[in-house]
């Protein structure tokens, strides 16, 4: 069978970007971001998009083209995906989507449901929680509304939270409902998906000695321009690799020195929910323990 798309998922540091490069060598392939951090202009670095001169040699495509300060989505992604595929086949080229962001495939590969937008009334009320109560409280709340779709969400994230006690409170289904009424934007037939799964330990290491290259590299005056723009903590971009940390420093909360260690701690949490959710919900696609 001929494949005409490469999917390339797997956790942070697991070398996805390097392995997209081999394949858009070897099939001359066209490389599309499907990471939701790297979408975003202004974290070129913390958020580890593949290098300029990575990006002039190969085609990239939906890297730094959206503002810190906007909500993107998994539906906006693939709005802009879909016809970007269909223009590289046309040219005759290789699709290869690439990033650690598992709903974007599983919506490409799945689909993404046509959810009812939530009565206004029910968004005030989940912004109350998160507010008032936090974020733990929140995810109670989401976990008592719609126990499926709230065990898809990887640690505090308010963003999809929100979007779970939203949907329940505000339509007249919860949000795991909507998701399985869906259909896939790509044929099974057209892609083959493949997960890059080091050893733990090797990627621990990685994780440690990337974010300390960040942080030689641009990474703190980065987030010092982000810093800046005094946004919202609430907004996805904000949860780029060490951004949170470094911002506690620059604040004069803490040192720079345990900003890098609380960086490196708290990435290495985040790698091993996204090793966990990508083992359990990519079961069908090609494990490799790179």
């Known amino acids: 069978m001929t494949v005409l798309i490469h999917c390339i998922a797997g956790p942070t540091a697991s070398g996805k970007s390097a392995y997209a490069l081999k394949l858009a060598k070897k099939y001359g392939g066209e490389i599309i971001n499907a990471d939701a951090l790297q979408v975003y202009s202004g974290l070129q670095i913390l958020s580890a ?39 590289i086949l046309a040219r005759g080229h290789t699709p290869i989507l690439v990033g650690g962001t598992g709903l974007y495939f599983k919506a490409l590969t799945e689909g993404l449901a046509q959810i009812p937008e939530p009565e206004s009334s029910a968004k005030r009320e989940a912004q109350a929680i998160l507010d008032e109560q936090g974020i733990k409280a929140l995810r109670k709340q989401a976990q008592r509304l719609d126990p499926i779709a709230t065990a898809r969400v990887l640690g505090d994230d308010p963003q999809r939270l929100l979007r779970i006690v939203n949907v329940a409170l505000g339509t007249s289904k919860p949000l ?115």
């Open 49 to 87: 998009r593949p290098t300029l001169i990575d990006m002039d040699n190969i085609p990239h495509h939906l890297y730094g083209h959206v503002d810190p300060s906007v909500r993107y989505s998994s539906g906006r992604w693939l709005a802009e995906v879909d016809p970007l595929i269909i223009e």
């Open 176 to 290: 795991s409902h909507w998701q399985r009424e869906t259909k896939p934007i790509l044929p099974r037939s057209a892609w083959q998906g493949s997960v890059l799964l080091p050893k733990r330990e090797n990627l621990y290491d990685k994780i440690n000695a990337r974010f300390e290259h960040m942080v030689l590299n641009g990474g703190l005056e980065e987030a010092q321009c982000i810093y800046a723009l005094k946004l919202s903590h609430t907004l996805p971009a904000m949860k780029a690799i060490g951004l949170r940390e470094l911002i506690a420093h620059l604040e004069g909360k803490i040192s720079l020195e345990q900003a890098i260690e609380d960086a490196m701690r708290e990435t290495r949490r985040f790698s091993k929910r996204q090793y966990t959710w990508l083992r359990g919900q990519m079961k069908g696609w090609q494990h490799i323990e790179v």
